[in-house]
Nanobody, 126 residues
């Protein structure tokens, strides 16, 4: 059974850093495109970053570009989102996602991702 489990969320001060992890089980990430999404209260889920299955394409939302870094470790079957210099507006539930042989569009969208984690809360506050 394909499963994604996020961890690493919590309370972080503005200007600090936090690393989110996503463990994949039941499948190998090698041939999967991966993505990170977030949903703030009262708002729609939005794309944060993605990496194509080939690894040749990585994109970030303009709001996090230069501050967040998306990475993958296929040997460990793990995905990571390093959040540096977070801002209060980054507060949201963060989700990891994966899809077989998917690309990574400049505008990060929920389709084609069909496999999702349960989410982890990130709160940026002093």
């Amino acid at each position: 059974q394909l499963r994604l489990v996020e961890s690493g969320g919590g309370l972080v001060q503005p200007g600090g850093s936090l690393r989110l992890s996503c463990a994949a089980s039941g499948f190998t990430l090698d041939d999967y495109g991966i993505g990170w999404f977030r949903q703030a209260p009262g708002k729609e889920r939005e794309g944060v970053s993605c990496i194509s299955s080939s690894g040749g394409s990585t994109n970030y939302a303009d709001s996090v570009k230069g501050r967040f870094t998306n990475s993958r470790d296929n040997a460990k079957n793990m995905m990571y989102l390093q959040t540096n210099n977070p801002k209060p507006e980054d507060t949201a539930v963060y989700y990891c996602a994966a899809e077989y042989l998917s690309g990574c569009r400049r505008r990060i969208s929920i389709p084609p991702f069909g496999n999702w984690g349960q989410g982890t809360q990130v709160t940026v506050s002093s």
